[in-house]
């Protein structure tokens, strides 16, 4: 699945995004190091339309005049939803820093954002916590627990170090967003904390934080993943993302090989959440006690 | 010095040696069971009041070796009729099984014994593999991953998944939670190079059994410190645990008497199918991972199975004699390897129920006391 680049006019400026696949609308919101198209996505984009915006000033883009803020990241994501993708409710995945500004568009634009799911998300680390190392070859160590997966075509050097700057120039080297914090509880979303038992960079406090705050929220460990478990597991985070994206809360049922193969294919071509919503009414069919 | 008391439940009625596996059970008794579990029981509750630190059941599948397959039946038993020692589950074989079963267990057990838990994950010996049907290439992958869940599902403060290459679950949140916090003490098997070295990586206690010789427990135990200060932390004695077979009795010539019979019996009788399993595994898998590891099993397989009594007393690998020539023996191996715990298995085949108690009544008067020092 190949990833066209275009562009759209926002009313803070051009906003470049990746487009690919058909069917529900899914909107991907990168981390600080930029766009990395991994095979995870193309995976996602064999049954969701994927939206990847650049975000402004990453990879080379220029910066737009007024969004200065990780919340001002969401403003803008909820504007891309309304001008690019439709203004309806789509669900939302986003990987550290995108992860932050996705909690940001959940909580101020809550109609916009179907399931919601926080890959590694930056920004909830408790004060009481220590800050990770900055030495470089620790911080590999906490970003990958199998670094000989990363792609060949990573980012130079240069265009790395120039997406760290501007990442900070959003968060402003705040590692617990508070205000963020304590609107957690505004999330309507169905959620999904992705946390990776090896990451360094993540604590496990500030998935265990998300976990308490968002009021419907599941957290999955993923074994041997660190913070970019896209790269460390790619099999398993294809794994559980498709399963919730598919069935939202019934992911937690084992349904067996054979049912989850007819479930992903009438989803598929339904392109709606159809499927979902017949099996939560068939669960509620089946209580017993 | 701590002191356990382990019991490995051995069937007393085998009636002859054989190679075979799985070994066949029809000449099992019912009958006669019950009396041998009560037997077994009560020495265990004996050993509690004699004055051990620690008691212990293992897990052991399909063999008159042990009839032991789940321990934690046991050790919801010896929460009830033990009272001061901490309990050690040197099972539960977390490969073979539900890790969240044995976290779920565990913490009951833990809950019922007011925190006297002490939670043992084991690889297991090779032929449970066979038994449960479960490839032996993956035990120390599954042993690693069962590892980090269970302690995640004793510590984590919010229900959560789990998506790993062995286990997956999608909602986790345990009822009743371990009572000791964050969780109860671990204890893995440090016999093998690999073994120590895994042991300190998890910040666990290193559990070593069936010593062969003084040299290879010292290089064992020498791995895991050293190993355990490379990650980051300096075990102490009480760290280590080091199991030996052991009978004491009022003479010299009664104790050799009983443990050479129980150990003839326990590994020519009722070894000999496991032995066969084993072979099998270690020839076609690579359960062992490394020559290093194949070696030292296969090396020590085939020892244990030849040595005479009075080489075993020689070599200090047994615990054997009167109490003042026992007391001897254990501070010889103090000073070896300055473990904090001996574990005794005082039950070594078909050794007759009154000898055992004997040698419980001798390490709770002389023995014991003799060593308060150590």
């Known amino acids: 699945m190949d990833f066209m680049l275009q562009s759209a006019d926002l009313s803070t400026g051009k906003l470049a995004y990746y487009v690919a696949g058909s069917g529900r609308p899914l909107l991907y919101l990168h981390s600080a190091g930029g766009v990395r198209l991994a095979k995870t996505l193309a995976e996602l984009a064999k049954v969701n339309q994927v939206f990847i915006p650049v975000l402004p000033g990453f990879d080379g883009t220029e910066p737009h005049k007024g969004v200065a803020t990780m919340r001002d990241i969401g403003k803008l994501a909820a504007e891309f939803i309304g001008k690019v993708i439709g203004g309806e409710a789509i669900d939302v995945i986003g990987h550290s820093f995108g992860g932050r500004a996705a909690a940001w568009l959940a909580v101020d634009h809550p109609k916009l954002v179907g399931e919601l799911i926080l890959e590694c998300p930056s920004g909830f680390r408790p004060p009481t916590v220590p800050k990770p190392s900055d030495d470089p070859k620790i911080v590999r160590q906490q970003m ?146 | ?83 001061k020692a901490r309990i050690l589950m040197s099972g539960n074989i977390v490969p073979l099984l539900n890790p969240l079963r044995v976290a779920e267990e565990y913490a009951m057990l833990d809950c019922i014994s007011g925190g006297r838990l002490i939670a043992g994950f084991m690889r297991g010996i090779p032929h449970e ?13 599954r042993l690693r991953e069962a590892c980090a869940l269970i302690k995640k599902a004793w510590t984590a403060p919010e229900p959560f998944g789990w998506e790993g290459e062995y286990y997956q679950f999608r909602a986790v949140s345990i009822w009743p939670k371990p009572r000791q916090t964050p969780h109860p003490r671990i204890i893995l098997s440090a016999s093998s190079p690999q073994s120590a070295r895994f042991a300190a990586e998890q910040g666990a206690m290193a559990g070593i059994v069936r010593v062969t010789d003084l040299d290879t427990v010292a290089g064992a135990i020498k791995i895991y410190r050293e190993h355990a200060h490379e990650c980051g932390w300096d075990p102490t004695p009480d760290d280590i645990m080091v199991g030996m077979y052991c009978n004491i009795a009022d003479t010299e010539a009664e104790a050799k008497k009983n443990l050479d019979m129980g150990l003839n019996y326990f590994v020519n009788v009722l070894g000999g199918g496991i032995r066969t399993a084993q072979r099998l595994v270690v020839q076609k898998t690579r359960y062992y991972q490394d020559e290093e590891n194949k070696e030292h099993i296969t090396k020590r397989a085939a020892t244990h199975a030849k040595v005479t009594i009075e080489d075993r007393i020689k070599n200090g690998i047994v615990l054997c004699g009167t109490p003042d020539q026992v007391i001897e023996q254990v501070r010889t191996i103090h000073k070896k390897w300055g473990h904090g715990i001996t574990s005794v298995n005082m039950k070594v085949g078909k050794i007759p129920e009154p000898a055992v108690r004997r040698s419980l009544e001798l390490f709770r008067d002389h023995v014991k006391p003799a060593l308060a020092d150590l």
Request: hydrophobic letters at 35%; glycine letters at 4%.
């Open chain 1, 144 to 289: 990958f627990a199998h670094p000989e997966r990363l792609p060949p075509d990573e980012k130079s050097p240069q265009q790395a170090a120039a997406n760290r700057k501007v990442a900070a120039s959003y968060h402003k080297d705040v590692d617990y967003e508070s205000e963020l914090v304590e609107r957690l509880s505004d999330i309507q979303s169905l959620t999904l904390v992705l946390a990776g038992t090896s990451d360094g960079r993540v604590p496990v406090e500030a998935d265990y934080l998300l976990s308490e705050r968002i009021p419907d929220c599941h957290l999955i460990f993923v074994y041997d993943a660190a913070h970019n478990i896209e790269v460390d597991q790619p099999d398993r985070f294809l794994t559980v993302v498709r399963s919730f994206l598919d069935r939202g809360k019934a992911f937690i049922v084992n349904w067996g090989e054979h049912a989850v193969a007819g479930i992903d294919a009438s989803t598929a071509a339904s392109g709606s959440s159809t499927s979902r919503e017949t099996l939560a009414l068939d669960s509620r069919d089946h209580v017993h006690f």
């Open chain 2, 1 to 83: 010095m701590k002191f356990s008391f382990s019991h490995l439940m051995p069937w007393p009625y085998f009636p002859t040696a054989g190679e075979d596996w799985p070994v066949s059970n029809k000449s099992f008794i019912p009958e006669k069971a019950t009396g041998v579990y009560e037997d077994y029981i009560s020495a265990i509750s004996f050993a509690d009041e004699c004055g051990f630190d620690w008691v212990s059941c293992n897990e052991h599948h399909m063999s008159p070796y042990g009839l032991m397959p789940n321990p934690n039946l046991l050790g919801a038993i010896m929460t009830q009729r033990t009272k």
């Open chain 2, 129 to 141: 593999y066979v038994a449960y049907n479960v490839p032996p290439n993956d035990s120390w992958g």
